[in-house]
């Protein structure tokens, strides 16, 4: 089973910033991709940004520019957040994906931190 486990998050006033880290243990054979998902009050979950085993990052429209995935080790991926906006409120959740050590899939989301952006 893999296990997520991020950290970082909280409150912060609007221009400032914030850094998330998600860590992947358990039986991982191999990981095909980590993502930054958000979700806000009352609107549906998105991606934020993401970076695949194979060094391509991706980001939404919306936070190009200010925010930066990055990846140290083999199962360490971090979100530093800057300028951030009140609109960048929401819930950040991590998700990674690929093989456990049995050779399954697995698609696998960590518990969610807060971040809240005040004006």
């Known amino acids: 089973q893999v296990h997520l486990v991020e950290s970082g998050g909280g409150l912060v006033q609007a221009g400032g910033s914030l850094s998330l880290s998600c860590e992947a243990s358990g039986s991982i054979f191999s990981i095909n991709g980590m993502d930054w998902y958000r979700q806000a009050p009352g609107k549906e979950r998105e991606l934020v940004a993401g970076?695949?085993?194979?060094?391509?990052i991706k980001y939404a429209d919306s936070v190009k520019g200010r925010f930066t995935i990055s990846r140290d080790m083999a199962n360490l991926v971090y979100l530093q957040m800057n300028s951030l906006k009140p609109e960048d409120t929401a819930v950040y959740y991590c998700n990674v994906k690929g093989y456990s050590g049995n050779l399954k899939a697995f698609d696998a989301w960590g518990q969610g931190t807060l971040v809240t952006v005040s004006s």
């Open positions: 970076i695949n085993s194979g060094g391509s």
